[in-house]
């Protein structure tokens, strides 16, 4: 009986060695890089981030924006942004995610003062401001590693809001990339 017993407990510690190594096969990738398909069509900008996966339920990032057109009126110049996810998937690292982000910006010093008579526009320097933000989003993994990503978020300048027309800033994204 003892040797039945003590082989099946080598059998299944055989086998639980096996699974626990090809799970870690798959989750051996833990950086991504991404760029956004869609700010460079609708706000004449892009955006490229680096994200690694610290395991299967969270990941750190950051993330640059670079305004490279005028014709869309954006305020923004550029921002760099780091950020935390915490993910709800049941894969690795994918899945319904929500997000904590600062933000360093630079934004156009333009400010509306609005009097009874009339409105006033000014147009200061560039403001520079740090902001603090929540975010949500989904991102969707294939087996050969390329993602798709989708998010939205909304942060609060927290120092110089005052300067600009803007005390918030928006986070938002439809990315492609790859896990490697």
Do not use: C
Not at 25 to 48: F, H, M, R, T, Y
Not at 89 to 107: C, D, Q, T
Request: net charge negative.
């Amino acid at each position: 009986m003892k040797n039945v017993f003590f082989i099946a407990v080598m059998l299944f510690s055989f086998f639980a060695v096996n699974a626990q190594n090809d799970s870690d096969s798959q989750n051996d990738k833990k950086n991504e890089l991404k760029v956004d398909l869609i700010q460079p069509l609708i706000g004449g900008s892009i955006e490229a981030s680096y994200e690694r996966n610290l395991n299967n339920k969270s990941s750190l990032g950051i993330s640059g924006l670079y305004m490279f057109s005028e014709k869309f009126d954006e305020d923004m110049n550029y921002s760099l942004t780091p950020y935390y996810r915490r993910f709800f998937g049941k894969k690795y690292a994918a899945g319904f995610f929500v997000e904590g982000f600062g933000m360093f910006s630079s934004i156009d010093g333009k400010k509306i003062y609005e009097t009874e008579e009339q409105l006033t526009f000014t147009e200061g320097s560039d403001v520079y401001d740090l902001s603090l933000g929540l975010g949500l989003g989904s991102k969707w993994v294939t087996k050969s590693g390329f993602i798709f990503e989708i998010n939205a978020g909304l942060g609060k300048q927290l120092f110089n809001a005052d300067k600009t027309d803007h005390d918030q800033v928006l986070r938002y994204g439809f990315k492609f990339g790859y896990r490697f």
